[in-house]
């Protein structure tokens, strides 16, 4: 079979190779499951359609369900994220359908998705999404092919909330494995993945010194406590704004300054959100920043700086350096927007180091492959990544880093299941 992409440039095919090759030397876990995938071909016949960024790792995930005996479209979760020697790879080189150009409008990225969705006259059996684009598309634009699809996965946050209203609207067509919700994704890939390439994205874009400067982080999730614990380490004063008490009293317990962004908005001169939320710096805002404050985004959607409202505001429009907008408002005050709001470790760096996409792609693989034994018949729903593979994540990556725990005794066994020992 003849593979079909649209790419940038084929001539960057063999740096996408060796940067693939790089990233998977970190990734033990999924390299393991990729040589068990080649014997066991576990998804032999299977044609997955998947909207992931277009980085190293994902090539290594779909080198894995393609060694699983899948046929695998791949097209992009964000136009911003796309590496473009990593696409040429992945189609030249590895033979795996790639839609996915760096930079791409908006039709062109809804185009890739129709390719990525389409196997000749026929639909996908799985949907492996990072951020319900491809979910959304097939539910609204191409309902055609829903009839054959058996079910899917979902890598984020915010694209798990969103199946969660398409369920509670009764829209959702197919059951979808919450990716996001194993432990060993999120506590891993959303705090020490984004923690660290949302810092490696802003260093990258600006190369400013962190320590002394005052950081705002909107929302104290998994990705936001992350970041506020690398930002300080790096001496930067650390601020935090949150809606959720609960995330707030932590913030505030863990030595950060807890503001409303009214507040914090005049006193930062960086400003990160990573909340999954929409306008959450806004025109108040952008009225009390000081001159130069730097704005970016590692959430998931663009949505969170409302960047219509700061071009409108602004009298003049700059671009210093790539990746850098600079709009001056009123009095002469300069704001810089990295990324054009985007998430700014994606687009400004290279997103999460491997080894930590080792985990969260070890666990697409593994649910992909549960899905294929157990989703026939199944209610449509969003579902947990059952415990089991969870644990196997876990206790392969262990080994992976040489890394030994205990295991219980026979008496610590019989006691943790029973109730009659006490004071
Ligand atoms: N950049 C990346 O590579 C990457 C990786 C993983 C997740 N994400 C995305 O990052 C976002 C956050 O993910 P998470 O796992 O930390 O989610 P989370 O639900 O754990 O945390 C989000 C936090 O934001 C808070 N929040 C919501 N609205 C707010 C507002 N207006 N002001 C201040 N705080 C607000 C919430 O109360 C919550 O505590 C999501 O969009 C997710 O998809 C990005």
């Given at each position: 079979m003849?593979?079909?992409y ?15 090759l ?12 990729r040589?068990r995938f080649?014997k ?9 359609a ?8 994902t090539?290594?995930l779909?080198?894995t369900?393609?060694a699983g ?6 097209c ?9 020697e990593?696409a040429?790879a ?15 409008e ?7 998705i129709d390719?990525?969705l389409t196997f000749?006259d ?30 899917g ?5 915010t694209?798990?909330?969103r199946?969660?209203?398409m369920?509670?609207?009764g829209a ?5 494995i919450?990716v996001?919700d194993a432990?060993?994704?999120?506590f891993?890939?959303n ?11 802003i ?5 400013i010194l962190?320590?002394?400067m005052?950081?705002v982080?909107?929302?104290y ?7 506020a614990?690398?930002a300080?380490?790096m ?8 809606i ?5 009293l932590?913030?505030h ?5 807890v503001?409303?962004?009214?507040e ?7 400003f990160?959100?990573?909340t ?13 920043m000081?001159?130069?404050a730097?704005l970016?985004?590692?959430g998931?959607f ?9 071009e409108?505001?602004?009298?003049e429009h700059?671009?210093?350096k790539p990746?850098?907008d ?8 300069s704001i ?6 985007r998430l700014?470790?994606l687009?400004a ?7 930590v996409?080792d985990?969260s ?10 899905l294929?034994k157990n989703?026939?018949?199944m209610?449509p ?8 593979i ?7 990556k262990?080994?992976?880093?040489g890394v030994r ?9 019989k006691?943790?299941?029973?109730w009659?020992?006490?004071?």
């Amino acid at each position: 079979m003849t593979t079909a992409y649209d790419i940038k440039d084929a001539s960057l095919k063999d740096a996408g190779v060796g940067r693939i090759l790089w990233a998977e030397r970190s990734m033990p876990v999924l390299r393991a499951i990729r040589e068990r995938f080649e014997k066991e071909k576990p998804l032999e016949g299977m044609k997955i359609a998947a909207c992931l960024h277009v980085t190293t790792e994902t090539a290594n995930l779909a080198r894995t369900l393609q060694a699983g005996g899948a046929h695998v479209r791949l097209c992009a979760s964000n136009p911003l994220s796309t590496q473009d020697e990593t696409a040429a790879a992945l189609a030249l080189e590895y033979g795996i359908d790639t839609f996915a150009v760096r930079g791409a409008e908006r039709d062109h990225y809804y185009q890739h998705i129709d390719s990525a969705l389409t196997f000749g006259d026929e639909g996908p059996d799985i949907t492996m999404d990072d951020g319900a684009d491809l979910v959304s598309q097939l539910h609204s634009k191409r309902t055609n092919l829903l009839d054959g699809v058996l079910a899917g996965t979902e890598e984020t946050t915010t694209g798990v909330i969103r199946l969660r209203s398409m369920t509670a609207d009764g829209a959702l067509k197919y059951p979808i494995i919450a990716v996001n919700d194993a432990d060993t994704k999120h506590f891993f890939d959303n705090r020490y993945g984004t923690g660290q390439s949302t810092l490696d994205g802003i260093l990258r874009a600006t190369n400013i010194l962190l320590a002394g400067m005052d950081v705002v982080i909107a929302g104290y999730g998994w990705c936001g406590r992350g970041l506020a614990d690398r930002a300080r380490g790096m001496g930067a004063r650390v601020i935090i704004t949150e809606i959720e008490p609960v995330r707030a009293l932590q913030a505030h317990m863990d030595g950060f300054t807890v503001l409303p962004m009214a507040e914090a908005a005049k006193i930062g001169d960086v400003f990160v959100t990573l909340t999954g939320d929409k306008h959450v710096l806004r025109k108040e805002h952008f009225e009390a920043m000081k001159d130069g404050a730097i704005l970016c985004n590692s959430g998931h959607f663009d949505v969170e700086i409302d960047i219509p409202t700061l071009e409108e505001m602004a009298s003049e429009h700059r671009t210093p350096k790539p990746l850098i907008d600079e709009y001056v408002l009123s009095g002469g005050r300069s704001i810089f927007l990295l990324a054009q709001g985007r998430l700014v470790n994606l687009s400004a760096a290279e997103g999460h180091p491997a080894s930590v996409m080792d985990m969260s792609f070890a666990n697409q693989a593994l649910s992909s492959e549960w899905l294929v034994k157990n989703a026939e018949g199944m209610e449509p729903q969003v579902l947990s990544v059952p415990k089991e593979i969870d644990r196997d994540v876990a206790r392969l990556k262990l080994e992976c880093m040489g890394v030994r725990i205990d295991t219980l005794t026979a008496e610590q066994e019989k006691y943790l299941s029973s109730w009659e020992e006490g004071t």
